[in-house]
């Protein structure tokens, strides 16, 4: 035992000099590395994905378990305010429910105000040290938490919150939703919640099955947001090439909707029913919702497997 080597710490910049062209591009094709610290099942769908005013984020992932979609801001130094409010304004414009921030050290006030905002918000804030760990003359990082959200601090957060009455109203319909779901599985580890749509990954980072509810109707289908708009468009159009041949197999019409006003595209069933507001009628277009789930589910999957995009 006297013979096993002794760990050193080193400072991450002696590992990674430089965030932008070293550590940033290492996680990306190492996310697997941060997954295992934060027992979660990240995708990098875009390394220095812009916002609409022309701010980039160092990394736009997925959490492929939750279909959660998540930001990562990279510092190989201590906290700063800067940093927390990019990270801030970088989850506000993508409206990702993930935020994880990679330091080397945290400050107090920092740290507290991650807690904060895990107990405050509905979001997942993750604060994650990263340092060089030097054994027998071999360097590799080492990612620890510092803070990270757990289902203690969110039921705290939820009995100091007042949801609105939407918000309320919007988590039932899901709930009830998922459990009118029975064997069709595909979104049994989705978590209900106060939004007008919930998400599930179709397999290929990016693309997304979605259900979607408004007050005066829902529908199902697919989201596409791989990243660039102009990738977008390419997987979209691989998808519309088909379209005689899929529209062939459903028994709903299409609407396809390539969105050139946004960066995203998406594809969905129409059919008649009711909305939010018409509770009376929830049964029936959460039925109506699961049947045409099934079929772009069927439909589309085994295409988005064969996507060369």
Same mark, same amino acid.
């Given at each position: ?9 080193h400072a991450p910049r002696e590992l ?46 997925? #959490?492929? =378990?939750?279909? *959660? @979609?998540g930001v990562i801001e990279c510092q /190989? &130094? ?5 940093? %927390? ?79 609105? #009455?939407? =918000?309320?109203? *919007? @988590? ?5 939703? /998922? &459990? ?5 599985? %595909? ?123």
């Open positions: 035992m006297n013979s096993l080597p002794r760990a050193v710490r990674f000099s430089r965030e932008d062209t070293e550590f940033t591009p290492w996680l990306e094709e190492n996310i697997d590395r941060i997954s295992e610290t934060l027992d979660l099942s990240l995708t990098v769908i875009e390394r220095e994905r812009d916002t609409p005013t022309g701010f980039s984020v160092d990394l736009f992932v997925e #959490d492929e =378990d939750s279909g *959660q @979609e /190989l &130094e201590s906290t700063d305010h800067d940093h %927390l409010g990019k990270l801030l304004a970088y989850s506000t414009a993508f409206d990702t429910d993930l935020v994880i921030w990679v330091v080397r050290d945290a400050r107090y006030e920092h740290e507290k105000t991650i807690d904060w905002l895990n107990e405050s918000t509905e979001k997942y804030f993750h604060l994650v040290k990263i340092e060089a760990i030097e054994i027998a003359g071999e360097m590799a990082p080492l990612f620890t938490p510092l803070a990270s959200p757990s289902p203690e601090v969110k039921e705290i957060g939820e009995t100091k919150r007042e949801p609105s #009455d939407r =918000d309320k109203k *919007q @988590e039932r319909f899901w709930t009830e939703l /998922l &459990e009118r779901s029975g064997e069709f599985t %595909l979104f049994d580890n989705i978590t209900p919640k106060k939004a007008s749509y919930i998400t599930k990954g179709a397999g290929v980072a990016g693309i997304k099955y979605i259900y979607r509810i408004r007050n005066g109707w829902g529908d199902s289908g697919l989201y596409i947001d791989v990243g660039e708009k102009e990738l977008n468009g390419e997987v979209f159009d691989e998808l519309h090439a088909q379209r005689e041949e899929i529209e062939s197999e459903l028994d709903y019409e299409v609407e396809w909707h390539r969105l050139e006003d946004s960066r995203a595209c998406r594809i969905t069933l129409k059919f008649n029913s009711y909305g939010l507001e018409d509770e009376d009628h929830w049964p029936q277009v959460q039925d109506d919702m699961i049947e045409a789930m099934k079929e772009v589910h069927s439909v589309f999957g085994p295409k988005i497997e064969k996507l060369s995009v």
